[in-house]
C-alpha cells in the first residue's frame, strides 16, 4: 500500500452547517493507526487549550455534545476526541454516518484528523517497545497492522485532515500539530527565551540559537568568575565589548522581525536560545537583554536559564584551553 501525506489546512478551513465559524462548537476527531501517534497529537492540542476525551466510545458522542453546559448561550471551548481500533463499539461506517449527521448542525463545526504511518515503520515501533498488536492475536505484528489498516480504509478515506507519520519523530509530529490547530484557539504567540551552555549540550527544542561566545568571557576575571550575567558587574564587562552593541543590535532587530512572520505562518511556539561556553555568563545577559527588547515591543516572553546554577569552577569553562 503506497502511503500519502495530505497537508491540509488548519482546523478553522473547513465550514460545517450554516451557523458562523467562531459561534459553532469546535469538535476534532482524532483517529488512526495504532502507533501513528494520536496520544502526541492529543497532548500537544490539551497544551493548545483544548479540552481532550481520549478512547471516548463515539456512539455516545450525542450525550456529550448536549450536557447541560453546551447550552448556556455561549460557545463551548474547542474539544478533541481521540478513538481507534480499540475502542468499544468502533464501527468505521456508523461512526461515519453519525458525524455526518451532526455536521448537518448548524451549531457544531466537526473535523476529522486521521493519523497514519507506513507499515513497515509501524512493525519497527512495535519490535522497538515489544509491545503486541491489539489485532495481531498471537501472530505477528505485521498480521494485525494489515487487519487494522482494512478495517480504518474508509475512515482514512473520508477524513478532512490526514498527516503520516512516518518520517516524524515525536518532535516533528507535535510542531506540526502545533502549527495546524494553534491559531484555531488563538493567534498569541507563547515565547520563550532561554540561557544554556554549549559545554553541557545544545536545548533539544530551539528555533534559534545564538552563539555568544564571541564576546569577551567575564569568567577569565577573578573578580566575576563567581558572578553571573545577572548581576552588573558582568553585564558592565560584556556590554564594554566593542561586538556587544552592534550584536545585540541586530539580533533584536532580526527577531523582533521573525516573530510577526511566524505568527502569521500559525506557529504557536517560538524558542530563542543564546549559548555560551558554561551557560553563566554572556548568555544569560544577552537573554535578559532580549527578553527585555521583547517586552517593550509587546511580547510576553517566558525566560529560563538552564545552567545558571553550575559551579563556576566546572573545567568544561575554565579548562586546559582558555576561550576568550
Known amino acids: 500500500m503506497q502511503e500519502e501525506s495530505d497537508q491540509a489546512g488548519p482546523i478553522g478551513d473547513k465550514a460545517a452547517g450554516d451557523g458562523e465559524a467562531g459561534d459553532r462548537q469546535q469538535l476534532l476527531l482524532v483517529t488512526g493507526m495504532l502507533g501513528a501517534g494520536k496520544t502526541t497529537a492529543l497532548r500537544v492540542l490539551e497544551d493548545l487549550g483544548w479540552e481532550i476525551i481520549d478512547n471516548f466510545p463515539v456512539r455516545l458522542l450525542d450525550r456529550l455534545i448536549e450536557t447541560p453546559d453546551a447550552k448556556d448561550g455561549g460557545p463551548r471551548g474547542p474539544l478533541a476526541i481521540g478513538f481507534d481500533s480499540r475502542t468499544r463499539g468502533f464501527d468505521p461506517h456508523r461512526i461515519i454516518k453519525r458525524v455526518k449527521q451532526l455536521s448537518e448542525r448548524g451549531d457544531l463545526q466537526i473535523t476529522t484528523l486521521f493519523l497514519d504511518c507506513a507499515s513497515r515503520e509501524l512493525e519497527r515501533r512495535y519490535n522497538e517497545t515489544r509491545r503486541r498488536h491489539p489485532l495481531a492475536a498471537g501472530t505477528p505484528a505485521a498480521t494485525g497492522i494489515r487487519a487494522e489498516r482494512e478495517l480504518l480504509a474508509p475512515l482514512r478515506r473520508w477524513a478532512d485532515m490526514l498527516i503520516d507519520t512516518t518520517e516524524y519523530s515525536t518532535n516533528d509530529l507535535q510542531k506540526v500539530i502545533r502549527e495546524k490547530f494553534a491559531s484555531s484557539v488563538g493567534e498569541e504567540l507563547t515565547i520563550t527565551v532561554s540561557s544554556f551552555g554549549f559545554s553541557r549540550g545544545m536545548p533539544p527544542v530551539a528555533d534559534l540559537v545564538f552563539d555568544m561566545r564571541f564576546l569577551d568571557n567575564p569568567h577569565w576575571n ?103
Open 222 to 324: 577573578p573578580v566575576l568568575r563567581p558572578l553571573t550575567g545577572l548581576d552588573a558587574p558582568v553585564g558592565e564587562h560584556i556590554r564594554a565589548d566593542p561586538a556587544f552593541a552592534e550584536a545585540f543590535t541586530r539580533i533584536r532587530d532580526l527577531v523582533l522581525f521573525l516573530l510577526p512572520r511566524y505568527r502569521e505562518q500559525g506557529k504557536a511556539y517560538v524558542h530563542i536560545a543564546f549559548g555560551c561556553t558554561g551557560g553563566r555568563h554572556r548568555s544569560v545577559f544577552m537573554a535578559e537583554q532580549i527578553a527585555a527588547a521583547l517586552r517593550d515591543s509587546g511580547f510576553s516572553p517566558t525566560l529560563l536559564h538552564r545552567n545558571l546554577g553550575s559551579r563556576a569552577a566546572d573545567l568544561p569553562e575554565g579548562g586546559l584551553h582558555r576561550e576568550k
